[in-house]
């Protein structure tokens, strides 16, 4: 049983959004208790209610938590990220292509689908392939070569389709239904679940003040909203955290849906940005992330300057990420400095994908040359 | 102290080859018991007799170990992988350089260096610009500009260095010594200890007849051997698995030394192959993996042209890996088919390095195009 996210609604496992809101559908918020186990999915598998199996899973979740000293000092807060890189597809898209696809088989799906030109197409292409199950990675017709190459080689079908890439997204869900394809975009239910497991797993290692997660679509900010937010209703913890929703703001619908004080959110003109993984002009769960953020929540944006700066600074640290993930610690400089986060603070930066995943957006360096002959000398002088 | 690999002598921690045989030294063979721990580095604390201090981690281990139910039943074997390439630098290296690194900084080294153009650079690089220690990493002349991205992008110092490449990996460790620059490079006996938790990782899930290691310097294959090694010696596991040395055939100094009857192995003449992670035409470690493979362990050597198979069948199964890495499945498929790994045999390969870290080596695919109007049909036709 899904309910919609907005007016509480039920529905079956049918719908994917409400046919009155036209918001997305969710699973009912769960209590559970922790139980022993290696794997997230094991020890938490009371708040999973739909068949998880193993079989299914690549290893993905149970990422470390770093803390960052140099950074930490720098700000004057307690810095950690959530490494979310080293999942079997290198990004956080894993969590929820596990939890998905293991719906789409219980419930007998022969073939998966997704509308993506980045982490998802891979993650689905990798988890389908690994199951052996058919499935059609659905990408905008101008998609770079470059980008083909790590979703095609796991496998998967993958089809441009000329027209509007935005009514892809919701056009694939109706044709998908019709032929038996379960579609597993951005925000499905079933996917934003495998989200939740994030919040788990930082609970189990601190309480922390702040979580930013850099956000698109607004199913990675759902999931781990829910996440929290069934660990407070199941008394683990005591407080949910502050979640900081970070935008690129060239491509920052939700943010100026808050700043305009809007009830929705509004296509984003012109959108442009080097955060190639976050740039959603309308995502289909901003809504739904905007009345979370109503709670008391923060949102923030950043300048492609200020992603790549915090990119920079992020690898100077030992963490090579996509421009999309940096934007969390982009949002945290500034909110730092204008005093909304305080001094001490706990926070927690959600490092969504691997930077080696998108080589040709970093920032310059240099090298030096010498012969064996003067090695020494020339190590000498860079002492 | 150290000890000679093959006479045993003694030696303090100054030196790093036997000045006799002129061969790697190692850390003595430990006994110890298993602790309670989240990370792999607390509950082996007792089998690092050195200060390990989580300060310096990125993260790294706790891999996950994967089941491949399609390449299991085609092989007529039980086949793991233990996927390295979602360590932190998303290579195996990051493990010993983890190790290497806290030697280094607890024995007041000021300075860290190594020789690599490729994960061992990156992974240092990360290292140490996270421990605030400054690096140098030193590369051959002609390394092309993508290969300096993934190092450079975390701060190290990067220096080309004209001249042979080979010589550079001794005459380093030398000026290093002088300049008080710790050169943890491929087989420093610091970063074979940190390949080890490789070994106890398997053994709590799993007790493999095979592990299959790809082998360059040796390093990797060392450390693996004395994991097991003190495994056994402390009654934790009852037998040794067999160790299977991969290399490919192109760049094939250990097999080549074994087939050939050889004592030592001999400078491979003019190395070509698609496996760079593994091109190491002369093994600083590899007269000692010829030791360990005479107590009955296995090596196996694979063409291109079975390297790339094997990883395109590896990404069939969702896990995307480095060439070098893929010359594990390839030379396990030649030894089942050779008979000389049994049926039903508990195989585990070790994925060394990521895929999408050399994008120019796979295959081919295809993709299709359609309108978002006759998308339905498209997918039909596709079903």
């Known amino acids: 049983m899904l309910y919609c996210s907005k007016c509480g609604r039920e529905y079956s496992d049918e719908f994917l959004r409400c046919p009155i809101c036209n918001e997305p559908l969710q699973l009912p918020y769960l209590k559970g208790e922790i139980e022993r186990g290696k794997r997230v999915w094991e020890r938490y598998l009371e708040f999973f209610p739909f068949p998880l199996s193993l079989r299914y899973s690549l290893g993905e979740g149970d990422t470390p938590l770093v803390y960052l000293p140099n950074l930490s000092k720098q700000l004057n807060v307690e810095l950690y990220v959530k490494n979310e890189t080293v999942n079997p597809t290198w990004s956080f898209k894993d969590r929820g292509t596990f939890t998905a696809i293991n719906y789409a088989i219980s419930s007998g799906y022969k073939y998966v689908g997704t509308v993506s030109t980045g982490n998802m197409g891979a993650s689905v292409a990798a988890y389908t392939s690994h199951a052996g199950v058919k499935s059609f990675v659905l990408l905008s017709e101008d998609i770079p070569q470059e980008k083909l190459l790590p979703i095609g080689v796991y496998g998967a079908k993958m089809i441009k389709v000329r027209g ?9 869900i109706e044709i998908g239904k019709k032929l038996g394809i379960y579609f597993i ?5 079933y996917r934003v679940e495998g989200y939740k497991s994030i919040s788990f797993e930082i609970a189990e290692e601190l309480q922390p003040d702040y979580v930013v997660i850099p956000t698109s679509s607004g ?5 781990i909203y829910k996440g929290f937010y069934e660990l407070k209703k199941s008394n683990i913890i005591e407080d949910m955290p502050k979640l900081v929703c970070a935008q690129a703001l060239g491509c920052s619908p939700i943010y100026t849906a808050l700043k305009e004080e809007r ?3 509004e296509r984003f003109e012109n959108p442009e940005t080097i955060a190639k993984a976050i740039k959603n002009p309308y995502p289909p769960s901003g809504n739904r992330v905007l009345r979370i953020l109503k709670e008391g929540h923060l949102c923030e944006a950043a300048t492609d300057e200020e992603i790549l700066k915090a990119q920079k600074e992020l690898a ?13 610690l982009a949002v945290v ?29 970093y920032l310059p360096f240099s090298t030096l040359t010498c012969g064996l002959d003067n090695l020494s000398s020339c190590l000498i002088e860079n002492l």
Chains 1, 2 share one sequence.
């Open 316 to 328: 100077q640290e030992g963490l090579f990420v996509q421009p999309a993930s940096a934007t969390s």
């Open 164 to 172: 509007d890439y935005g009514e892809l997204y919701y056009r694939s």
């Open 333 to 361: 400089q500034k909110l730092v400095s204008e005093n909304k986060i305080e001094e001490k603070s706990v926070v927690v930066l959600i490092l969504t994908g691997a930077g080696i995943k998108t080589t040709t957006s």
């Open 185 to 189: 975009n951005s925000d499905n239910p």
């Open 263 to 265: 009830e929705n959110i």
């Open 219 to 223: 199913g990675l900010f759902s999931g």
